[in-house]
């Protein structure tokens, strides 16, 4: 048997359950809130209102979420932490790096040394030793490519993702614009730098209903993040559930996982979740509804396994499979 790393430590993955595979507890700007702390809040209501909605999401079946939250995203594992000791959910935490132009000034004057990106340098780090001084270690790797394509501090950031890979085996999710096609570039770029495209999940595919799309980035073997149910703005519920089971029909379920991409608390728009404009936006929804809905034209409950159960399971653990 193999684990998985984990908010509370490592956890067997067959112990893993039901998993939702994109979904953030904080998505915070870190700067703005330590200067203008009035949004935010108390602490302790935060940290506790996050363990509510956990726990919530628990009682609806789901044991296990993947929180991409990487640097550039308001990461920070103490708090975390802090909301895995009051759950029985399963937390694993991203290491990587969130950006869809330019790389933080940290990095952009700290360049490779011996073939070795300082940042990738930090993302084994996280992987091996964990995330500062928590004890807790890293179980995926996060990277974004969006409307602005592989420029070049998104292209570092992608092969510095890859080269902690290849080192550490530890997995790779990413965040893309789908109408863009910007999966694509991320398959290349990873196929260049050596990485097995399986161990990768290309996010936000559901996004979009480009079936040729999907279908190209399927035929390459990589996992498709159908991973933003309740984003209304780009295809509502049932468009996303019709892409699912298409895709199903197809033979491709072990390929897809789902989520919803929600959080506890995001500080990009105002309000609290559910956010007015998006109702639907919430950590229940696929539990609640998207689920019968997908039973309901043809997807089987077998279907529902692998995408919830099988296909994560396989994802996360092939970090035991070590680096190449
Ligand atoms: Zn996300």
Known sequence: MTSVETAKGSVVSTNLGRVLMH??????????QNNYPDE?????????????????LKAAGIDTILDPTAIGLGRYIPRIQLVAARTDINIVCATGLYTFNELPHYYQRRSPVNGVDPMATHFVQDITNGFADTGIKAGVIKCATDKLGLTPDVERTLRACAQ??????????????????????????????????????????????????????????????????????YLNTQQRVEVVAELCKRGHASQLVLSHDASCYIDWIEGEVPL?????????????????????????????????????????????????
């Open 23 to 32: 979904e953030h507890v904080f998505v915070i700007s870190t700067e703005i």
């Open 40 to 56: 935010w809040g108390d602490e302790e209501t935060r940290i506790s209102d996050a363990a509510d909605r956990l726990n919530e």
């Open 164 to 233: 902690a890979h290849r080192e550490t085996g530890c997995p790779i999710t990413t965040h893309t614009n789908a109408e863009t096609k910007r999966g694509l570039d991320q398959q290349k770029i990873f196929a260049e730098e050596g990485v097995d495209l399986s161990r990768v999940v290309i996010g936000h595919c559901g996004d979009t209903n480009d079936i040729d799309y999907l279908q190209a980035l399927l035929d390459q073997g990589s996992i498709l993040g159908m991973d933003r149910f309740g984003i209304d703005g």
């Open 276 to 324: 007015a404009p998006l109702p639907n936006w919430h950590y229940l929804h696929i539990s609640q509804d998207v689920v019968p809905a997908l039973l309901q034209i043809g997807v089987t409950d077998g279907q529902i396994d692998e995408m919830l159960i099988r296909t994560p399971h396989r994802f996360l653990d092939s970090v035991n499979k070590g680096g190449y």
